[in-house]
């Protein structure tokens, strides 16, 4: 009975992969049947595969009680790792380190030893914990497995990735390893974060095409049947590979060798099937289907779901009609409902979908949630999706199962809701303190800057928590957040004594130096030449920057080089391999006149053979790289430009040399001339700003392709200005790369808004006010509709305004692909999805009905109350109407910008407007070439769009504002010396505070410009100039001098208006409490106070350009009412405005 029952439990084993829930009934009625009557090791094995069961339906408390109670039947190492991972499920740290210590006592020397370590040692973190384990287990294939399997868990799939690589190429030829090697590249490229098909990264490409060489070199190694079936999971991943990269043939090639090795397999069934599915076979994957689960509705059930997962949408409502559900369960059939109507929203319309699901009840929670997807991410519905979140949300959350707690909080974290987010994944921690969550949560509270919370988390951290890497990365962020740079400085210091190969630690430390004004020991750390093996690109890349920046350029390129080497297929590698040569022309280390090491030549022969080399230490023949000892080394080294030399291999031939240069150049040549061919998508290397010089002049052609199309979009930008966002998007590029090649060519004239003041009152009229299509449009777009009428009263609009929207809210009135500009299109394409076209309708629905309401209705003059079908013909009727209607019934027009901006600087109370993402209509006006409502809509609605510090930096020492462009300026040489230091973003911070000295009004109102700007990167920029501004100060050592203090003051004032300014009272409390706890208590009330009181008052004055004086009086009022009551008793003496 014994043999039979593992019999069963492999099979149910391999079935819990594919079919959990199945799989778990079948293991229960054992365990519930003949459990007494098997031996213990059987009885293990049973309670550990219920576990797994249970796992894969993420019930991980029912899991974790099977792996502690498997325990007791079992005194295998690998028992005690098992129970290990169950008592960490349940946070229960102390029976888990228990255990650990009698793991350790049975046998020290066990990979389950090392590997519970790793769990002990929450090894799901930025700081890797394999420098703690004994090198020579660092070679055994368990270990190498976990380890990979650890980050691949935590989704850091390039460090898993590195570590196999490392291993792999080490020369071990373990089949095993190289198994996991392959799995683990198929696991990256199909991970969470990347999107299936043509978004993926030639990096994923490339790595998917490895995964299937390292799958198919296993499974030919495999030669007989026997052996294959000892490796079915190779085979799988192999099919699974092919199926992903859309080689179907090779694909079913391999499922037809599998399941003739396995006809019983679950998961190879499946996959033939599935593979049928894509060919649309119905009646062979049936026939698969059947042999596993019989003729029955589950069969059905299952082609159902290929057939949904192929998108054969048609073939899904076919099938699901013949099925009878009622034989299913709940769950099953409300799935089936989910696939029903998703299919019929493909091959039908929406409408039709949602009838059937108005027809349909959805009991169970999982289905709610899967129907919330289907209304906001397939159906983009935000009603619909709104209502179902708050059905949803009558569930009482305290009894949702664990991963419907967790879907709903990712669903919360996705639409942004940040404290309903925070407060689901602080239940969920309780119950699992899974590294995931964790770093999602404290992610959250980092954004809303929520202190109390993150010191809480910091404060259970447990003896052994307080050594994991994710409580050191909270902890040094927090003391970051709060200011507190020497406790900052302190933590990083000990990561660096227990992690000093992690790269991204000592970056860290880097830059917090830096933003402590300590730049010199910075220096002197760099000179040490810093090498870190292991590290990612992307940490190398920034170590590189730090390099260039401090005038360690030939470390910067040695370190680059070796870099890209290593990392041909990543883009950012390119990147800042050129930038770094582009900048660094003059710098000796390029320089090579004769053939050595570290040097490329390029030889011809007198068969005009031609060739070139580089020569290294540790040569790679894919880079044309050679060693000293190679025939062509030998007779070249040492030799100048136009010397020969003589080879007699395999023939006497005499060799020229025709170039000299640095490898640094050689390797700059071979990236630039096959970075088009890797990357031909990649729209990078048009802002590539190149200079004159040696190697200069060859890679404009490899840039010209990306330049000639802002080239382009500038000449027609000053043709014909329309919004540079509209710009970027119907050429496909980057907003802030566009605006930064326009800021750039002097030649340009950039359109900005600057408010106008010259009158602070709306104009009054006795007769009221008359508003044009476009005006009306933009005031309801502004959202200030709900509270114009205050300020202006009997509002009027023309009937063929009334029409105009009428047919707006009814009818498409272009298809949906729609030229923005010029008749041939050029750049100016911009693709409008039908969802996009149908969410403006139910816009202009909104505005029909508010109008409807809320304003009278001028009947058309009787020369042009015509019908009119052309949608140009009724905007230029509603134009015309309105002028007419305007003068004969004396009305003030809202048309022109003047009075137009007095109506919303009043509803909005201060001087500036939020932009608003404008599609429907900026589209079909600007298609119909109404240049001049645009012009106005340009100019009353702000189109800041988002500056990185260098282009905000160029902003004010290049430019200076003419009746509203942006014209550059070449007079400010008080601080044109700082130009290139500003341009490079690694360097704002220093720079930034020396230009203080010289004009600190105006990087106030360049930071209030910012925020009343409304752009969705505001906050992000404002908080780092803030921070950088003042925050290298350490602001707890009150000893400095007093002019820093009186700084320290300032800026948190400033912050806190700022804050207030935004509405965002939590954060501009924070700020005033945070002056009143830090400096008050220190015995330094009178003086600092004083400071805070007069900045305040400076503060606000200082945006006088930005706010009238009623403006300035209201906020200088309400802001004050909540300052601490020192602060506040001593501003009332001093303000004498």
């Known amino acids: ?101 009698g793991l350790k006592n049975k046998n020290p020397q066990s990979n389950y030893v090392f590997m519970s370590k790793i769990l002990l040692n929450d090894f799901n973190n930025i700081y890797p914990l394999e420098k703690d384990l004994p090198q020579n287990k660092l070679n055994e294939q368990d270990i190498v497995r976990t380890l990979a399997a650890c980050y691949h868990q935590a989704k850091k799939h390039e460090k898993a990735l590195t570590w196999l690589e490392k291993f792999y190429k080490s020369g071990n030829e373990d089949l095993e390893i190289q198994s996991v090697y392959a799995l683990n590249l198929l696991n990256y490229v199909m991970r969470d974060e990347v999107c299936f098909g043509n978004q993926w990264s030639e990096d994923d490409k490339n790595k998917l095409d490895l995964s299937i060489r390292l799958f198919s070199d296993l499974w030919e190694q495999y030669d007989s049947k026997k052996i294959k079936k000892l490796h079915l999971s190779d085979g799988i991943g192999l099919c699974d590979a092919l199926q992903l990269k859309g080689d179907v043939e090779k694909a079913e090639k391999i499922a037809t060798e599998l399941f003739d090795i396995d006809n019983t397999h679950i998961e190879i069934c499946y996959q033939r ?239 917090t130096l830096i933003r402590m004004q300590k730049e010199n020991k910075v220096k002197e750390y760099l000179r040490t030449s810093p090498r870190f093996q292991d590290a990612l690109p992307e940490e190398q890349m920034k170590l590189s920057q730090l390099l260039s920046r401090y005038e360690q350029y030939e470390d910067a390129m040695k370190l680059w080089y070796e870099t890209l080497r290593g990392n041909w297929n990543n883009e950012n590698s390119y990147m800042v391999y050129i930038g770094l040569i582009a900048t660094k022309d003059n710098v000796p280390i390029l320089d090579a006149d004769v053939v050595d090491i570290n040097t490329t030549f390029s030889i011809v022969n007198d068969f005009d053979e031609s060739k070139t080399y580089t020569i290294v230490d540790s040569p790679d023949l894919s880079f044309n790289e050679i060693g000293l000892d190679h025939y062509i080394a030998k007779g070249a080294i040492n030799k100048k430009t136009g010397d020969t030399f003589v080879t007699n291999h395999p023939q006497k031939k005499t060799w020229s040399i025709q170039e000299i240069v640095s490898k640094y150049v050689g390797l700059f040549r071979k990236s630039k001339s096959e970075f088009n061919e890797i990357f031909p998508n990649s729209k990078k290397m048009y802002s590539l700003q190149v200079r004159e010089g040696r190697e200069f002049e060859d890679i404009k052609p490899f840039i010209d392709n990306r330049a000639d199309v802002v080239n382009n979009i500038g000449d027609s930008y000053q043709k014909q200005p329309i919004p540079i966002s509209s710009l970027a998007k119907s050429a496909k590029e980057n907003v802030v790369k566009l605006w930064q090649y326009l800021l750039s060519n002097k030649a340009i004239k950039v359109n900005v808004n600057t408010p106008s003041y010259q009158s602070k009152e709306p104009t009054k009229n006795n007769n009221g006010y008359i508003v044009d299509a476009i005006t009306l449009y933009l005031i309801f777009r502004l959202e200030v ?321 930005l706010f009238t004086l009623e403006q300035t009086s209201l906020y200088i009022n309400n802001f004050i009412s909540q300052l601490p009551v020192a602060i506040k008793n001593e501003v009332e003496k001093i303000r004498g405005w």
């Open 1 to 101: 009975m014994d043999k039979i029952i593992n019999s069963q439990i492999d099979e149910y084993h391999d079935n819990a992969k594919f079919n959990p829930k199945e799989s778990l009934k079948k293991l229960k009625k054992i365990e519930q049947g003949n459990f007494d009557d098997i031996p213990n090791k059987t009885k293990y094995r049973l309670l550990v595969n219920i576990a797994v069961a249970y796992g894969r339906q993420n019930k991980e408390q029912e899991s974790s009680e099977y792996l502690i109670d498997a325990k007791k039947y079992s005194e295998d190492c690998s028992a005690f790792h098992h129970a290990i991972y169950g008592y960490l499920i349940q946070s229960n740290k102390e029976n888990a380190e228990t255990l650990y210590q």
């Open 273 to 511: 099937a599935n593979l049928f599915v894509k060919q649309e076979k119905l009646d062979k994957a049936i026939e698969v289907l059947e042999a596993v689960f019989g003729k029955n509705n589950k069969t059905d059930f299952q082609l159902i779901e290929l057939l949904f997962k192929n998108a054969q949408h048609k073939e899904v409502i076919e099938k699901i009609n013949t099925v009878n559900i009622g034989s299913l369960d709940i769950l099953e059939q409300e799935y089936l409902n989910i696939f029903q109507a998703i299919a019929i929203y493909n091959t039908q319309d929406k409408d039709s979908a949602y009838q059937f699901i108005d027809g349909c009840n959805f009991s169970t929670l999982d289905n709610q949630l899967n129907l919330f997807i289907f209304y906001s991410h397939i159906a983009k519905d935000q009603e619909k999706s709104s209502y179902q979140l708050q059905l949803i949300e009558g569930n009482s959350i305290n009894d949702m199962a664990y991963h419907n707690k967790l879907q709903l909080a990712k669903i919360y974290d996705d639409l942004q809701d940040d404290k309903k987010a925070i407060s689901l994944y602080q239940q969920l921690i309780t119950i699992n303190q899974s590294s995931e969550i964790l770093e999602r949560l404290l992610g959250l509270l980092f954004k809303v800057e929520d202190r109390v919370s993150i010191k809480r988390i910091l404060d259970n951290f447990d003896k052994n928590g307080k050594t994991s890497g994710l409580y050191i990365s909270t902890s040094i962020n927090f003391y970051l957040l709060i200011g507190e740079l020497n406790k900052a400085l302190l933590q990083i210091n000990e990561a660096i004594q227990k992690y000093p190969e992690n790269l991204e630690i000592r970056l860290l430390w880097i830059n």
């Open 785 to 1105: 509709h709900n509270n114009i009428k205050e300020y202006l009263d009997n509002i009027a609009i023309v009937q063929g305004t009334l029409d105009l929207f009428l047919q707006l809210k009814e009818k498409d009135i272009f298809e949906p692909q729609m030229t923005i500009s010029r008749q041939d299109g050029g750049y100016y394409r911009q693709d409008v999805s039908i969802e996009n076209v149908q969410n403006s309708k139910i816009f202009f629905q909104d505005l029909y009905d508010w109008a409807i309401e809320n304003c009278e209705t001028i009947p058309a003059d009787g020369n042009l109350a015509n019908e009119h079908e052309n949608f140009k013909e009724l905007f230029d009727l509603s134009t015309r109407e309105t002028l007419i209607a305007a003068k004969s019934s004396d009305r003030t027009l809202l048309t022109d910008d003047r009075n137009l901006r007095e109506v919303v600087d009043k509803s909005f109370g201060i001087n500036g407007i939020f932009s608003k993402d404008i599609l429907y209509w900026d589209i079909v006006t600007e298609d119909l070439k109404y240049y001049n409502y645009l012009h106005q809509l340009r100019q009353i609605n702000c189109i800041y769009l988002p500056l990185e510090l260098g282009e905000l930096w160029h902003w004010i020492c290049n430019c200076k504002i003419i009746n509203n462009k942006f014209i550059p300026n070449d007079e400010v040489q008080e601080i044109k010396k700082y130009k290139d230091d500003f341009l490079n973003i690694t360097n704002f911070d220093q720079g930034y505070l020396e230009y203080m000295q010289y004009s600190r009004t105006a990087i106030i109102n360049v930071i209030t410009h910012i925020l009343i700007s409304g752009d969705t990167y505001k906050q992000v920029r404002v908080d780092w100039i803030m921070d950088n501004l003042y925050f290298n100060y350490d602001i707890f050592n009150l000893n400095e001098q007093v002019t820093k203090e009186t700084e320290l003051c300032s800026f948190l004032t400033s912050r806190a208006l700022l804050f207030y300014v935004q509405n965002s009272s939590v954060k501009s409390k924070n700020y005033m409490d945070w002056i009143e706890e830090k400096f008050i208590q220190h015995n330094k009330s009178s003086n600092l106070i004083k400071n805070v009181a007069n900045a305040l008052i400076e503060d606000l004055f200082i945006s006088k350009d």
